[in-house]
């Protein structure tokens, strides 16, 4: 089984930095890619950052500038510093993770992480 397990959400005020941690672990063959998502209650789910296992990133145009993805291979780890926070930001974000089981297996699976609460307010 896969896991995985979001840390570092809280409350902070506007202007604050937060900085996110995703720990996968289980029988993992390789991680293909892996992103911070969140969501607002009523809302879809919406993009944030997302990295490859080289290192390639994708932001948000509403993130990009402000937050900074990045990954550890080693520790199968993804975390997300968010600077520069706004209200707007207050939302649940939930890691993501495309990962190969095993080397037998020809697609990837979708994992999802339990969602960490990050509130901006003063």
């Known amino acids: 089984q896969v896991q995985l397990v979001e840390s570092g959400g809280g409350l902070v005020q506007p202007g604050g930095s937060l900085r996110l941690s995703c720990a996968a672990s289980?029988?993992?063959?390789?991680?293909?890619?892996m992103a911070w998502y969140r969501q607002v209650q009523g809302k879809e789910r919406e993009l944030v950052a997302v990295i490859s296992s080289s290192g390639t990133t994708t932001y948000a145009d509403s993130m990009r500038g402000r937050f900074t993805i990045s990954r550890d291979n080693a520790k199968n780890t993804v975390y997300l510093q968010m600077n520069s926070l706004k209200p707007e930001d207050t939302a649940v974000y939930y890691c993501?993770?495309?990962?190969?089981?095993?080397?037998?297996?020809?697609?990837?699976?979708?994992?999802w992480g339990q969602g960490t609460q990050v509130t901006i307010s003063s």
């Open positions: 993501n993770a495309v990962l190969y089981l095993t080397s037998h297996v020809l697609l990837p699976t979708n994992y």
């Open positions: 289980g029988n993992i063959f390789r991680i293909v890619l």
